[in-house]
């Protein structure tokens, strides 16, 4: 079976940082394109960041360009996401996600979700 498991949310204030984790298993993932989903109680579920297995290119939306990085780590099948200076609007639950295809995770539909991390950011 494969599993995302996601760690590191919390509670911050605005300007803070916060480094999520996604632990992966079940599977190699050669070909795939992991990312960081966020969904907020009134918004629609966003790809936040993207990277690719195989090659470790990127995808961020607007959003949080500038601000969070994505990066992988091969040998632990873990991919993070280190989110800084955070806003109030960042308030989301992070889901991790794995698809097929590598970076069309950025629109497609991901194969495997993880359980998702509240992530809080108050002003």
């Known amino acids: 079976q494969v599993q995302l498991v996601e760690s590191g949310g919390g509670s911050v204030q605005a300007g803070g940082s916060l480094k999520l984790s996604c632990a992966a298993s079940?599977?190699?993932?050669?070909?795939?394109?992991l990312g960081w989903f966020r969904q907020a109680p009134g918004k629609e579920r966003e790809l936040a960041a993207a990277?690719?297995?195989?090659?470790?290119?990127?995808f961020f939306a607007n959003s949080v360009k500038g601000r969070f990085t994505i990066s992988r780590d091969i040998a632990k099948n873990t991919i993070y996401l280190e989110m800084n200076s955070l806003k109030p609007g960042d308030t989301a639950v992070y889901f991790c996600?794995?698809?097929?295809?590598?970076?069309?995770?950025?629109?497609?539909?991901?194969?495997?979700w993880g359980q998702g991390t509240q992530v809080t950011v108050s002003s």
């Open positions: 990277i690719s297995w195989s090659d470790g290119r990127t």
């Open positions: 996600a794995a698809k097929f295809g590598g970076l069309t995770i950025v629109a497609g539909r991901p194969d495997y």
């Open positions: 079940g599977r190699t993932f050669n070909n795939y394109g």
